[in-house]
Structures are given as C-alpha cells and as structure tokens.
C-alpha cells in the first residue's frame, strides 16, 4: 500500500463533507467546524489538506468537475453528429445534476459566492460547454456569419437557466430542459425547421 493512500482517503473525506455541508448551508453559512463534524476529522486534519475555507471549496470544484464533466465529453463522443453530440451532451449534464442534488447545488448556485479565483473556475467549465456547441459553425455553408460570440452567449443562457432550476428547486425536472436548449442552440446554426424539431421532440 502507498503511504499517500490514507492521505488521499482523508482528502477525499473531507471533500465529500464539505460538499454536503456546502450544499445545505450555502458556501458563506458554512462552518468549518460543521465539515470536521461531518468528516469525522479535527482542525489538524483538515489544515493537512486546505489552509482555509476557499481552498477547500476550490478543491471541491475541481473534484465536482473531474466527477461530471467526463460523462458530458463521453456522452458528446459517442454522437455522431453534432446535433445529436449537443442532446447527448444535455441529457448527461441534466441526469448527472438530478441523480447528485448536492453537486447540482454547489455547481449551479455556489460557483460564484467564494470571489474570483472560483469565477475562474466556474468559466473554465461553462467555455467547455461553448466550446462544444461553437463546433457548430462547421454545419453551416457559411461559418464565418457567425462568431464564437454566439456559443459563448449560448452556454451563459443554458447555465442561466439551470441556476434558476436548481435555485427554485426544481432540480429533478431538469429534463424538461432538453427542448428548450435544444431549440436555442440549434436555431443559429441549423436553422428554424430543425430548432423546431428538437423542441417539439421526446
């Protein structure tokens, strides 16, 4: 066994606390001494991992991401197209965000209460996003009428309305989102014909 294993199980423990206790209180309510209740660690323990509060929430974020985001990129790899890679990518981000409540709360409501060097975080995941819908221009006849721009407006919009989901606590029914964000992002390059087709679909 390596040595840095029990290391490791600990961090990840005292993630998995903070995450919870995050995802009930919200990031400013949390107590750090609710997280060591929840891990089962003192002030030491934790201190051998994060020097304070938002390093911890930092941490988080990246293991909520490295938890989500390769289902997303696996879900769009194994389309075909790109109008099916984007649902792909959709019904994976919202079945991710309703099968983990916590993680859905702390990734939609959270990512910008810590300060700036989370907001860097948080827009790192919602470019990839745009990034993946930006792939797009390569459908139309004429790619260069639109710009990155566009995917970038995109994703904020699609990120906006999972906040609101999430927010009003109608994070199980994330679902009935495929249709509507079907129809936004295809519109601008597809066209009107299939961006109705994808919101009239089941």
């Not at 949390?30 to 609710?34: G, I, K, N, P, Y």
């Not at 997303?72 to 879900?75: E, K, M, R, Y």
């Not at 699609?158 to 906040?163: K, W």
């Not at 999430?166 to 606590?169: E, F, K, L, Q, Y």
């Given at each position: 066994?390596?040595?840095?294993?029990?290391?490791?199980?600990?961090?990840?423990v005292?993630?998995?606390?903070?995450?919870?206790?995050?995802?009930?209180?919200g990031?400013e309510d949390?107590?750090?001494?609710?997280v060591?209740a929840?891990?089962?660690?003192?002030?030491?323990a934790f201190?051998?991992?994060?020097?304070d509060?938002?390093e911890?929430?930092?941490?988080?974020?990246?293991?909520l991401t490295?938890?989500?985001m390769?289902k997303?990129?696996?879900?769009f790899?194994s389309?075909?197209?790109?109008?099916e890679?984007?649902?792909?990518?959709?019904?994976?981000?919202?079945?991710?965000?309703?099968?983990?409540?916590?993680h859905?709360?702390?990734?939609?409501?959270?990512?910008r209460?810590?300060?700036?060097?989370?907001?860097?975080l948080?827009?790192?995941?919602?470019?990839v996003?745009a990034?993946?819908?930006?792939?797009g221009?390569?459908?139309?006849?004429?790619?260069d009428?639109l710009?990155?721009a566009?995917?970038e407006?995109?994703?904020?919009a699609?990120?906006?309305?999972?906040?609101l989901y999430?927010?009003?606590?109608d994070?199980d029914?994330?679902?009935q989102?495929?249709?509507?964000?079907?129809?936004?992002?295809?519109?601008?390059?597809?066209?009107?014909?299939?961006?109705?087709?994808?919101?009239r679909?089941t």
């Open positions: 066994m390596k040595v840095s294993e029990p290391a490791e199980q600990e961090r990840l005292i993630l998995e606390a903070f995450i919870a206790v995050v995802a009930e209180r990031y949390t107590e750090l001494r609710a060591f929840r891990a089962g660690v003192d002030e030491v201190l051998r991992h994060f020097p509060k938002e911890c929430f930092l941490a988080a974020w990246d293991f490295d938890c989500f390769p997303v990129l696996a879900a790899e389309k075909e197209t790109w109008r890679q984007i649902r792909g990518v959709g019904l994976a981000l919202a079945e991710y965000l309703t099968e983990h409540p916590d859905a709360r702390i990734l939609c409501l959270e990512g209460v810590p300060g700036p060097r989370a907001w860097a948080l827009d790192r995941n919602v470019e996003f990034e993946l819908i930006d792939l221009r390569q459908e139309m006849a004429d790619p009428s710009t990155r566009t995917a407006g995109l994703a904020g699609i990120h906006e309305q999972l906040i999430v927010s009003r606590g994070g029914q994330l679902s989102l495929m249709g509507p964000m079907m129809y936004m992002v295809m519109r601008p390059y597809l066209g009107d014909e299939v961006a109705l087709e994808e919101l679909r």
